[in-house]
Protein backbone atom coordinates (compact mmCIF):
# COMPACT_ATOMS: atom_id res chain seq x y z
CA UNK A 1 0.00 0.00 0.00
CA UNK A 2 1.02 3.19 -0.79
CA UNK A 3 1.16 6.10 2.03
CA UNK A 4 1.91 10.17 1.70
CA UNK A 5 3.07 12.05 4.65
CA UNK A 6 2.60 15.71 5.23
CA UNK A 7 4.32 16.27 9.07
CA UNK A 8 3.59 20.01 8.78
CA UNK A 9 0.16 21.14 9.22
CA UNK A 10 0.51 24.80 9.01
CA UNK A 11 3.48 26.83 7.94
CA UNK A 12 4.50 30.55 7.95
CA UNK A 13 6.31 32.74 6.04
CA UNK A 14 6.72 36.50 4.89
CA UNK A 15 6.26 37.50 1.90
CA UNK A 16 9.75 36.94 -0.86
CA UNK A 17 11.13 34.71 1.60
CA UNK A 18 11.71 30.64 0.18
CA UNK A 19 9.56 27.80 1.82
CA UNK A 20 9.58 24.36 2.00
CA UNK A 21 6.96 21.66 2.32
CA UNK A 22 8.00 18.45 3.26
CA UNK A 23 6.76 15.14 2.30
CA UNK A 24 7.59 11.89 2.60
CA UNK A 25 6.24 8.42 0.47
CA UNK A 26 6.36 4.99 1.26
CA UNK A 27 6.09 2.70 -1.55
CA UNK A 28 7.32 -0.89 -2.16
CA UNK A 29 7.18 0.29 -6.37
CA UNK A 30 10.52 1.35 -7.89
CA UNK A 31 7.66 3.09 -10.70
CA UNK A 32 5.79 5.75 -9.51
CA UNK A 33 5.17 9.82 -10.03
CA UNK A 34 4.76 11.83 -7.20
CA UNK A 35 2.72 15.31 -7.65
CA UNK A 36 2.30 18.59 -5.81
CA UNK A 37 -1.14 20.94 -5.85
CA UNK A 38 -2.35 23.87 -4.41
CA UNK A 39 -5.97 23.94 -3.06
CA UNK A 40 -6.43 27.87 -2.55
CA UNK A 41 -9.59 29.22 -0.53
CA UNK A 42 -12.06 28.91 -3.87
CA UNK A 43 -11.26 24.94 -3.67
CA UNK A 44 -9.94 24.00 -6.98
CA UNK A 45 -6.87 21.67 -6.29
CA UNK A 46 -4.40 23.30 -8.93
CA UNK A 47 -1.16 20.97 -10.82
CA UNK A 48 2.09 22.70 -9.67
CA UNK A 49 4.43 20.30 -10.23
CA UNK A 50 5.47 16.55 -11.46
CA UNK A 51 8.26 14.47 -10.59
CA UNK A 52 8.96 10.32 -11.76
CA UNK A 53 10.62 8.03 -9.78
CA UNK A 54 13.47 7.50 -12.60
CA UNK A 55 13.81 11.46 -13.02
CA UNK A 56 17.47 11.99 -12.24
CA UNK A 57 17.11 15.61 -12.24
CA UNK A 58 14.72 17.97 -9.62
CA UNK A 59 12.07 18.99 -11.02
CA UNK A 60 11.63 22.88 -11.50
CA UNK A 61 8.45 24.88 -12.14
CA UNK A 62 9.25 28.82 -12.57
CA UNK A 63 9.56 29.66 -8.49
CA UNK A 64 8.16 25.48 -7.71
CA UNK A 65 10.76 23.22 -7.14
CA UNK A 66 11.01 19.57 -6.17
CA UNK A 67 13.83 18.44 -3.83
CA UNK A 68 13.47 14.42 -4.54
CA UNK A 69 15.37 12.52 -2.18
CA UNK A 70 14.52 8.85 -3.24
CA UNK A 71 17.13 7.35 -1.06
CA UNK A 72 15.01 9.05 2.26
CA UNK A 73 11.88 8.94 0.01
CA UNK A 74 11.01 12.64 0.28
CA UNK A 75 9.72 15.00 -2.29
CA UNK A 76 9.69 18.51 -0.83
CA UNK A 77 8.35 21.58 -2.35
CA UNK A 78 10.17 24.48 -2.36
CA UNK A 79 8.23 27.83 -3.28
CA UNK A 80 11.05 30.43 -3.93
CA UNK A 81 10.45 34.46 -3.73
CA UNK A 82 6.88 33.86 -1.49
CA UNK A 83 3.98 36.32 -2.76
CA UNK A 84 1.11 36.84 -0.91
CA UNK A 85 -1.14 34.64 -3.37
CA UNK A 86 0.62 31.57 -2.43
CA UNK A 87 -1.34 31.30 0.45
CA UNK A 88 -2.96 27.86 0.48
CA UNK A 89 -3.23 24.42 1.21
CA UNK A 90 -0.81 22.46 -0.51
CA UNK A 91 -1.40 18.54 -0.98
CA UNK A 92 1.50 16.11 -1.89
CA UNK A 93 0.48 12.96 -3.89
CA UNK A 94 1.98 9.92 -5.27
CA UNK A 95 0.80 7.37 -7.54
CA UNK A 96 1.80 3.51 -8.56
CA UNK A 97 1.36 2.28 -11.83
CA UNK A 98 0.08 -1.25 -11.15
CA UNK A 99 -1.82 -3.38 -13.15
CA UNK A 100 -1.87 -1.03 -15.73
CA UNK A 101 -4.14 1.63 -13.61
CA UNK A 102 -3.72 3.63 -10.81
CA UNK A 103 -5.26 5.32 -7.67
CA UNK A 104 -3.58 9.12 -6.52
CA UNK A 105 -3.00 8.80 -3.38
CA UNK A 106 -2.96 12.12 -1.07
CA UNK A 107 -1.77 13.62 1.67
CA UNK A 108 -3.32 15.56 4.45
CA UNK A 109 -2.15 18.70 3.49
CA UNK A 110 -0.41 21.89 4.44
CA UNK A 111 -1.63 24.86 5.01
CA UNK A 112 0.84 27.88 4.12
CA UNK A 113 0.54 31.70 5.18
CA UNK A 114 2.42 34.35 3.35
CA UNK A 115 2.06 37.28 5.49
CA UNK A 116 3.43 40.68 4.62
CA UNK B 1 -14.15 21.13 -22.73
CA UNK B 2 -10.88 23.33 -21.69
CA UNK B 3 -11.01 22.09 -18.34
CA UNK B 4 -12.87 19.86 -15.97
CA UNK B 5 -16.24 20.39 -15.24
CA UNK B 6 -18.67 19.97 -12.14
CA UNK B 7 -22.29 20.27 -11.49
CA UNK B 8 -23.33 21.59 -9.45
CA UNK B 9 -21.02 23.84 -7.97
CA UNK B 10 -23.07 24.04 -4.61
CA UNK B 11 -26.22 21.99 -3.48
CA UNK B 12 -27.65 22.12 -0.30
CA UNK B 13 -30.29 18.97 0.31
CA UNK B 14 -32.28 17.27 3.14
CA UNK B 15 -31.51 14.71 5.36
CA UNK B 16 -32.98 11.29 3.21
CA UNK B 17 -33.32 13.10 -0.24
CA UNK B 18 -31.09 11.27 -3.27
CA UNK B 19 -28.08 13.72 -5.27
CA UNK B 20 -26.43 13.41 -8.13
CA UNK B 21 -23.32 15.34 -8.68
CA UNK B 22 -22.15 15.47 -12.52
CA UNK B 23 -18.44 15.83 -13.65
CA UNK B 24 -17.31 16.49 -17.18
CA UNK B 25 -13.99 15.42 -17.99
CA UNK B 26 -11.66 17.49 -20.36
CA UNK B 27 -12.09 15.99 -24.02
CA UNK B 28 -10.57 13.02 -24.35
CA UNK B 29 -9.25 11.43 -21.03
CA UNK B 30 -9.82 8.25 -20.24
CA UNK B 31 -9.26 8.04 -16.45
CA UNK B 32 -12.05 10.04 -14.71
CA UNK B 33 -11.82 9.92 -10.68
CA UNK B 34 -13.97 10.82 -7.71
CA UNK B 35 -12.98 12.17 -4.54
CA UNK B 36 -14.24 13.79 -1.50
CA UNK B 37 -13.00 16.27 1.04
CA UNK B 38 -14.52 16.53 4.19
CA UNK B 39 -14.12 19.83 5.95
CA UNK B 40 -10.30 20.73 6.40
CA UNK B 41 -9.03 17.34 5.63
CA UNK B 42 -7.22 15.46 2.50
CA UNK B 43 -8.67 13.59 -0.66
CA UNK B 44 -10.38 10.66 0.41
CA UNK B 45 -10.52 8.51 -3.01
CA UNK B 46 -14.08 7.00 -3.94
CA UNK B 47 -13.94 5.53 -6.97
CA UNK B 48 -11.92 5.31 -10.45
CA UNK B 49 -13.03 4.84 -13.86
CA UNK B 50 -10.76 3.98 -16.98
CA UNK B 51 -13.50 4.21 -20.11
CA UNK B 52 -16.67 3.15 -19.04
CA UNK B 53 -15.53 0.55 -16.33
CA UNK B 54 -14.74 1.16 -13.23
CA UNK B 55 -11.99 -0.99 -12.50
CA UNK B 56 -11.81 0.39 -8.24
CA UNK B 57 -14.56 1.38 -6.38
CA UNK B 58 -12.86 0.37 -3.14
CA UNK B 59 -12.98 3.92 -2.04
CA UNK B 60 -17.07 3.86 -1.56
CA UNK B 61 -18.14 4.29 1.57
CA UNK B 62 -21.36 2.81 1.92
CA UNK B 63 -24.03 1.29 -0.92
CA UNK B 64 -25.21 4.42 -1.01
CA UNK B 65 -23.07 5.63 -2.80
CA UNK B 66 -22.69 4.63 -6.61
CA UNK B 67 -21.13 6.02 -10.09
CA UNK B 68 -21.70 5.56 -13.78
CA UNK B 69 -19.25 6.97 -16.61
CA UNK B 70 -21.51 6.90 -20.14
CA UNK B 71 -19.59 6.99 -23.42
CA UNK B 72 -16.31 7.80 -22.16
CA UNK B 73 -17.24 10.81 -21.22
CA UNK B 74 -19.50 12.51 -18.57
CA UNK B 75 -19.68 10.42 -15.05
CA UNK B 76 -22.55 10.78 -12.53
CA UNK B 77 -22.17 10.00 -8.73
CA UNK B 78 -25.44 9.20 -7.02
CA UNK B 79 -25.80 9.42 -2.90
CA UNK B 80 -28.80 8.13 -1.95
CA UNK B 81 -30.63 8.29 1.12
CA UNK B 82 -27.92 11.74 2.16
CA UNK B 83 -26.96 11.73 5.45
CA UNK B 84 -25.47 14.50 7.30
CA UNK B 85 -22.11 13.42 7.29
CA UNK B 86 -22.24 12.96 3.41
CA UNK B 87 -21.59 16.81 3.62
CA UNK B 88 -18.39 17.85 2.05
CA UNK B 89 -16.59 18.89 -0.95
CA UNK B 90 -16.67 16.13 -4.21
CA UNK B 91 -13.72 16.73 -6.82
CA UNK B 92 -13.65 14.85 -9.50
CA UNK B 93 -10.42 14.79 -11.68
CA UNK B 94 -9.48 13.68 -14.93
CA UNK B 95 -6.07 12.32 -17.01
CA UNK B 96 -5.29 11.46 -20.01
CA UNK B 97 -4.52 7.89 -19.23
CA UNK B 98 -4.04 5.40 -16.58
CA UNK B 99 -0.44 6.00 -15.87
CA UNK B 100 0.50 8.89 -14.21
CA UNK B 101 3.28 10.60 -15.96
CA UNK B 102 4.32 14.00 -17.11
CA UNK B 103 1.21 13.72 -20.15
CA UNK B 104 -0.78 12.19 -17.99
CA UNK B 105 -1.06 14.76 -14.84
CA UNK B 106 -4.68 14.62 -13.39
CA UNK B 107 -6.27 17.88 -13.72
CA UNK B 108 -9.24 18.53 -11.28
CA UNK B 109 -12.78 20.18 -11.00
CA UNK B 110 -13.68 23.17 -8.44
CA UNK B 111 -15.63 20.58 -7.16
CA UNK B 112 -19.32 20.43 -6.04
CA UNK B 113 -19.98 21.65 -2.47
CA UNK B 114 -22.62 19.33 -1.03
CA UNK B 115 -24.74 20.52 2.81
CA UNK B 116 -26.62 17.66 4.25
CA UNK B 117 -29.53 19.46 6.79
Known amino acids: AQKITQTQPGMFVQEKEAVTLDCTYD???????LFWYKQPSSGEMIFLIY??????QNATEGRYSLNFQKARKSANLVISASQLGDSAMYFC?????????????FGRGTSLIVHP | GAGVSQSPSNKVTEKGKDVELRCDPI?????LYWYRQSLGQGLEFLIY????????KSGLPSDRFSAERTGGSVSTLTIQRTQQEDSAVYLC???????????????FGEGSWLTVV
Open chain 2, 27 to 31: SGHTA
Open chain 2, 93 to 107: ASSQGAWAGIGNTIY
Open chain 2, 49 to 56: FQGNSAPD
Open chain 1, 93 to 105: AMSVASGGSYIPT
Open chain 1, 51 to 56: QGSYDE
Open chain 1, 27 to 33: TSDQSYG
